[in-house]
T-cell receptor, first 110, second 115 residues
Framework: QKEVEQNSGPLSVPEGAIASLNCTYS??????FFWYRQYSGKSPELIMS????GDKEDGRFTAQLNKASQYVSLLIRDSQPSDSATYLC??????????FGRGTSLIVHP | DAGVIQSPRHEVTEMGQEVTLRCKPI?????LFWYRQTMMRGLELLIY????????DSGMPEDRFSAKMPNASFSTLKIQPSEPRDSAVYFC?????????????FGQGTRLTVV
C-alpha cells in the first residue's frame, strides 16, 4: 500500500512570496511523481510531473525530487491569489496507478 | 481534444435508487480510472481499466458498486442500491502510459447526493 503524506495546512503566504509544499512517501519503488492543483469545487489539474532526482522548473513552479529521502516538493515563486487552491501530491510505481495524498490547502493573501 | 467527459455533473437521488455515472476518456488513452473524493478520505481509487479490461477493483467499497468499460471510449460506474454514505464526488481519469510516464487527466466529476 503506497502512503503519500502531506500536511493538510492551510499554508498561508503573502502575495509575491515563495510557497513551499511538501510530500513524503513510503514506497521506494515509486517512479513517477506528480503535483495536481484543485480549486474548490473543481477537478484536479496536473501542473507538474517529475521522474528523476533533482529540480524541474516550469514557469513559476519548481518540483524537487529526492528519492533517497522519499521526498518531493513543489515551490511556487511570486505567489498570486489565483494560486490559492489545494495541491495534491501523487505518485505511481510498477502498477502505473496514481496514488494521491490528501492535499495541502494553500492560501495566498494580498 | 475535449478532455475527459463525465455525465451527469450533478446527481441527486433517493436512497435505494440505482445511479449510473458515465465517462468518456481522452481518445487514445489506454488507462481509465474511477476515483471517489470525500472530505474524510480524500481521493480514493475505486477501480481501473487497461485497454478496456478491469484490472483492479479492490477499491470498490461494496458489491453495490460495479463498473464496466464496453469499449475504448465509454465507461460506467453503477451503484445499486444507493445509500446516503455514497454521497461524494466521483471522478473519472484517463492516461496513456509511455515508459514511466503515467500522467492522468481528470474529468470534471459527478457530485452525487443520496438523500
Amino acid at each position: 500500500q503506497k502512503e503519500v503524506e502531506q500536511n493538510s495546512g492551510p499554508l498561508s503566504v503573502p502575495e509575491g512570496a515563495i510557497a513551499s509544499l511538501n510530500c513524503t512517501y513510503s514506497d521506494r519503488g515509486s517512479q513517477s511523481f506528480f503535483w495536481y492543483r484543485q480549486y474548490s469545487g473543481k477537478s484536479p489539474e496536473l501542473i507538474m510531473s517529475i521522474y528523476s532526482n533533482g529540480d524541474k522548473e516550469d514557469g513559476r513552479f519548481t518540483a524537487q525530487l529526492n528519492k533517497a529521502s522519499q521526498y518531493v516538493s513543489l515551490l511556487i515563486r511570486d505567489s498570486q491569489p489565483s494560486d490559492s487552491a489545494t495541491y495534491l501530491c501523487a505518485l505511481s510505481g510498477g502498477s502505473y496507478i496514481p496514488t494521491f495524498g490528501r492535499g495541502t490547502s494553500l492560501i495566498v493573501h494580498p | 481534444d475535449a478532455g475527459v467527459i463525465q455525465s451527469p455533473r450533478h446527481e441527486v437521488t433517493e436512497m435505494g435508487q440505482e445511479v449510473t455515472l458515465r465517462c468518456k476518456p481522452i481518445s487514445g488513452h489506454d488507462y481509465l480510472f474511477w476515483y471517489r473524493q470525500t472530505m474524510m478520505r480524500g481521493l480514493e481509487l475505486l477501480i481501473y481499466f487497461n485497454n478496456n479490461v478491469p484490472i483492479d477493483d479492490s477499491g470498490m467499497p461494496e458489491d453495490r458498486f460495479s463498473a464496466k468499460m464496453p469499449n475504448a471510449s465509454f465507461s460506467t460506474l453503477k451503484i445499486q442500491p444507493s445509500e446516503p454514505r455514497d454521497s461524494a464526488v466521483y471522478f473519472c481519469a484517463s492516461s496513456f502510459r509511455t515508459g514511466i510516464n503515467t500522467e492522468a487527466f481528470f474529468g470534471q466529476g459527478t457530485r452525487l447526493t443520496v438523500v
